[in-house]
Structure formats: C-alpha cells, structure tokens
C-alpha cells in the first residue's frame, strides 16, 4: 500500500527555534529517510522551498495566471513529504508517528489511490 506522509510547517514558528533543536530535527530527518531507504519501503521523498518562494498558477477569467504564494496558508504550507509502499495503514501510521515525535511538527498521511 502506497501512503503520501506529508509535513507542514509554521516557518515563523521554526524560525524561534534554537539552533540545537534545529540540527537535532535535521538529523532526525536525515537519519528518518535513510531508515526508510534500508527497509525498502521509501520511493521518494523531498524537502520543499520556503512558502514564500512558491507560485499559485490557475485560472483567473479564462486565462492562465501566476502569482506569487501558495495556496495553503503560508504558516502552515507544505515542507516536505515521503512516498512510502509499506504493508498496511498501521505500519504507515507508524511512520507518521515517529516523525511527530522526531520533529514535533504534524504529519498528514493519505494513502495513494490505486486506480483499476
């Protein structure tokens, strides 16, 4: 079963972080997804860009449109996130877990649709 575990962040809340807390979230992240790539369960992964570097592209009046933002509030917008194919719900459930109490930040997991 394939799961999206995606992390969002609160960039002014990270910014008050101490910069320990910063590297050991790091290591974490780091040592997290390797852990994944040894079992064999992660497909891919990314860490994305700042919320402010983002671009909304969509119609505005029949047009296509780019502005500058996201589409998401940008304290909460989009991190980073791992593909995993794992066995079932509770194994991915379990990942999630361990990144909350590796990061202290929220996980959302979705499980990829298998179309026919």
Known sequence: ???????????????????????????????????????GELLADEGLELAPNAK????????????AGTIAEPAQSLAGWWLVDVADEARALELARQI???????????RCQELP
């Open 1 to 39: 079963m394939r799961y999206m575990l995606m992390q969002f962040g609160d960039e002014d809340a990270l910014s008050g972080r101490a910069e320990e807390w910063v590297q050991q979230m790091i290591t974490f992240m780091v040592e997290f997804t390797e852990g994944l790539r040894r079992s």
């Open 100 to 110: 909350v109490a590796g990061a202290g930040e929220p996980v959302e997991l979705r």
């Open 56 to 67: 909304v592209v969509s119609l505005r009046d029949g047009a296509v449109d780019v502005r």
